[in-house]
């Protein structure tokens, strides 16, 4: 099985930065396509960012786009979520998530749904 272990988080004034990272442990060969949420205190789960297999396909929520970058270090099973220029309504726990593909077409894969493995999150706090 794969097991995903996320860190970075922390605490940093608006209009800072952070890059959070997800490492990725086990049988990574199933682990393909990858995906950060978040989830705000007495907030349902909300996709932010997905990448495809091909590590260049990308897909972001629209409270994020221009500000969160993913990527993925295939040389080290590390994927990566650089957040700029944050601001306090992005405070929440973040999530990685692996699956073996993605289904349909590129917006639909930050929905929180069909994901087979998941961190245990780190979290995030603008103030």
């Known amino acids: 099985h794969v097991q995903l272990v996320e860190s970075g988080g922390g605490l940093v004034q608006p209009g800072g930065s952070l890059q959070l990272s997800c490492t990725a442990s086990?049988?990574?060969?199933?682990?393909?396509?990858f995906g950060w949420f978040r989830q705000a205190p007495g907030k349902e789960r909300e996709g932010v960012a997905a990448?495809?297999?091909?590590?260049?396909?990308?897909n972001y929520a629209d409270s994020v786009k221009g500000r969160l970058t993913i990527s993925k270090d295939n040389t080290k099973n590390v994927l990566n979520l650089q957040m700029r220029n944050l601001k306090p309504e992005d405070s929440a726990m973040y999530y990685c998530?692996?699956?073996?593909?993605?289904?349909?077409?590129?917006?639909?894969?930050?929905?929180?749904?069909?994901?087979?493995?998941w961190g245990q999150g780190t979290q995030v706090t603008v103030s």
């Open positions: 086990g049988y990574t060969r199933v682990a393909k396509c």
């Open positions: 998530a692996a699956r073996s593909r993605h289904r349909g077409p590129p917006q639909t894969w930050i929905s929180p749904n069909e994901w087979f493995v």
């Open positions: 990448i495809n297999s091909d590590d260049v396909t990308t």
